[in-house]
């Protein structure tokens, strides 16, 4: 798979956020599931505002030389250790981020192939068991990070499909742990910048951001901004702006909150 050398849709943006309350030069960030759409999305929104970053990439993974340089040009550092409790505590014990990042998933689509990965495809083993074993790790860390976990909208209160489940669990965890946290819940994360093309994703993302239009029309603008699909790169720098600019704590955010900072300063 080819590696993008730049992303460019952030050159757009303003970088001076004019609601940064909490800018601090002391950041530390972690970010698991770095080499994801959403991942370097927001490692390279970190980056820009020279955050001191650390980008996880799996050991197994088989483009790790390529994401070494495509991190290191960021100036992003990267972290590659195996998904076990003791390397990833190991890790954040030493590391002591500030900030850490949860932006981890696996699909139905990459079950099917040979990612290479010692972690089976599945919800319970990726998306909850790696996403667990980060968090743990988190709170044995000693640095009380705030915990920044990548959920999707619409979880309901009970029931749902698995995909759903595991994401109310571990909103749950993540509420239970003690740790500050930021529970995101973006609608779908679609844009032709995707390495994974997903077409028929982007099919549904285009037809509910098409239906959503006369909705706008009509004055429903938080309906509007809770369901419109998102680009990596802008759910990057819109967690971001909320996070590490503005030192958002203990809540949870979607569309509503990222979508006026992107749109203000477009
Ligand atoms: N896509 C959407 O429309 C959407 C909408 C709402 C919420 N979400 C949720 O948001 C999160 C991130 O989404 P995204 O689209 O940015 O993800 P993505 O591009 O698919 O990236 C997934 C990340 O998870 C890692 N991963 C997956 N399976 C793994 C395995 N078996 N072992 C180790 N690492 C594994 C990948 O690492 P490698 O690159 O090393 O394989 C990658 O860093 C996911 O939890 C997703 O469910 C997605």
Redesign the pocket.
């Known amino acids: 798979m080819a590696l993008p050398i730049r992303e460019r849709t952030w050159e757009r943006w303003e970088m001076s956020d004019p609601g940064t309350t909490s800018v601090s030069t002391e950041q530390v960030h972690f970010v698991?599931?770095?080499?994801?759409?959403?991942?370097r999305?927001v490692v390279a929104a970190l980056r820009r505002r020279g955050h001191l970053t650390w980008a996880h990439?799996?050991p197994d993974?088989r483009?790790l030389e390529r994401?070494t340089t495509f991190f290191a040009e960021q100036g992003a550092g990267v972290e590659s250790v195996a998904?076990t409790p003791e390397a990833i505590g190991a890790s954040l014990a030493r590391i002591r981020p500030t900030h850490v990042w949860s932006?981890?998933?696996?699909?139905r689509a990459?079950a099917d192939r040979d990612?290479?990965?010692?972690?089976?495809?599945t919800y319970e083993?990726?998306?909850w068991g790696?996403?667990k074993c980060l968090l743990d790790a988190a709170v044995a860390a000693g640095s009380s990070p705030v915990f920044v976990y990548?959920?999707?909208?619409g979880v309901p209160e009970r029931g749902g499909n698995d995909?759903l489940a595991v994401?109310r669990r571990m909103e749950h965890a993540v509420r239970a742990s003690g740790l500050p946290f930021v529970l995101a819940?973006?609608?779908?994360?679609?844009g032709g910048d995707?390495?994974?093309k997903?077409p028929m994703?982007r099919v549904y993302?285009t037809a509910i951001d098409l239906a959503l239009g006369p909705v706008s029309a009509f004055g429903g603008r938080g309906l509007v901004e809770r369901w419109r699909?998102i680009t990596?790169p802008d759910?990057g720098e819109g967690l971001v702006r909320l996070v590490a600019d503005r030192g958002l704590r203990d809540r949870v955010v979607d569309g509503r909150d990222w979508w006026p900072l992107l749109v203000r300063s477009a």
């Open positions: 698991a599931g770095a080499t994801g759409y959403t991942g999305g990439v799996r993974n483009g994401w998904w932006l981890l998933g696996t699909t990459r990612t290479g990965s010692a972690v089976p495809e083993a990726v998306d790696l996403s990548l959920s999707a909208q995909y994401r819940r973006p609608a779908f994360i679609s995707r390495l994974d997903r994703e993302a699909s990596g759910l």
